[in-house]
T-cell receptor
Framework: NAGVTQTPKFQVLKTGQSMTLQCAQD?????MSWYRQDPGMGLRLIHY???????DQGEVPNGYNVSRSTTEDFPLRLLSAAPSQTSVYFC????????????FGSGTRLTVV | GDSVTQMEGPVTLSEEAFLTINCTYTATGYPSLFWYVQYPGEGLQLLLK?????DKGSNKGFEATYRKETTSFHLEKGSVQVSDSAVYFC??????????FGTGTRLLVSP
C-alpha cells in the first residue's frame, strides 16, 4: 500500500538511551518531515528535508538528529532520551511542487521513563 | 511569527446537528490553509484545503472558506454523523511547505 510507514508503533525507553524512529515513503515525495504531538500544543516541526542529502531544523530540533540518504527514508534519532521527549511522533511527506499538503504516517508513541 | 488559533474543545453534538469549528490565523501574506482530521489511534489525514482568498475547500460534506478580511478558515458541516468524531486541526503553510498547526479541536458526536 502506498503511503508513509513508521516503525515502531510503540516504544518505551529509559532516560539516556538512544534509538531511531524509522520512516519510509513509497510515493517518490521529495519533502519529508518529523513532527511531535503533545497535548494542548498541536504538532510541532522537529526536522525536515527537501530532498536526499538535504536536511534542516524545525521549531524543536534539540535532542534529535536526522539524515536523508535516500528519497524514501528519513529516520529520526534520539541521541540521549529524556522524559521531555515523551510524545507521539509523526512523519509526513509531500511533493515539492505543487504542494497539496502532507501525507502522514500513523505515528510512534514514545514514552521515556 | 505565523500562528493558528482554534476554538477549544471538546465540541459535543448530537447526530445530524450543524457543526462549526472556528479557526483564525496570523500570517505574513496569504498562505495556503488546511484542515486535517485525526481519528483515534491514527495519523492526520488531509480533509480539505484552500490556496487563495475566497477559495472554498470541501470534502466529505465538510466545507471551509478562506476569508482574508477576517483571517479565518472556519470548518462547517451541515449534518454530522457519529463517524465524524475525531480531532480536527487547522493549519497554514508558513514558508516553503512548512505547516503550522493549531492545537486541535476534539469533536464528539452522540447518536
Amino acid at each position: 500500500n502506498a503511503g508513509v510507514t513508521q516503525t515502531p508503533k510503540f516504544q518505551v525507553l529509559k532516560t539516556g538511551q538512544s534509538m531511531t524512529l524509522q520512516c519510509a515513503q513509497d510515493m517518490n515525495h521529495e519533502y519529508m518531515s518529523w513532527y511531535r504531538q503533545d497535548p494542548g500544543m498541536g504538532l510541532r516541526l522537529i526536522h525536515y528535508s527537501v530532498g536526499a542529502g538535504i536536511t534542516d531544523q524545525g521549531e524543536v530540533p534539540n535532542g534529535y538528529n536526522v539524515s536523508r540518504s535516500t528519497t524514501e527514508d528519513f529516520p529520526l534519532r534520539l541521541l540521549s532520551a529524556a522524559p521531555s521527549q515523551t510524545s507521539v511522533y509523526f512523519c509526513a511527506s509531500s511533493y515539492k511542487q505543487p504542494f497539496y499538503g502532507y501525507t502522514f504516517g500513523s505515528g510512534t508513541r514514545l514514552t521515556v521513563v | 511569527g505565523d500562528s493558528v488559533t482554534q476554538m477549544e474543545g471538546p465540541v459535543t453534538l448530537s447526530e445530524e446537528a450543524f457543526l462549526t469549528i472556528n479557526c483564525t490565523y496570523t500570517a505574513t501574506g496569504y498562505p495556503s490553509l488546511f484542515w486535517y482530521v485525526q481519528y483515534p489511534g491514527e495519523g492526520l489525514q488531509l480533509l480539505l484545503k484552500a490556496t487563495k482568498a475566497d477559495d472554498k475547500g470541501s470534502n466529505k460534506g465538510f466545507e471551509a472558506t478562506y476569508r482574508k478580511e477576517t483571517t479565518s478558515f472556519h470548518l462547517e458541516k451541515g449534518s454530522v454523523q457519529v463517524s465524524d468524531s475525531a480531532v480536527y486541526f487547522c493549519a497554514l503553510e508558513a514558508g516553503f511547505q512548512k505547516l503550522v498547526f493549531g492545537t486541535g479541536t476534539r469533536l464528539l458526536v452522540s447518536p
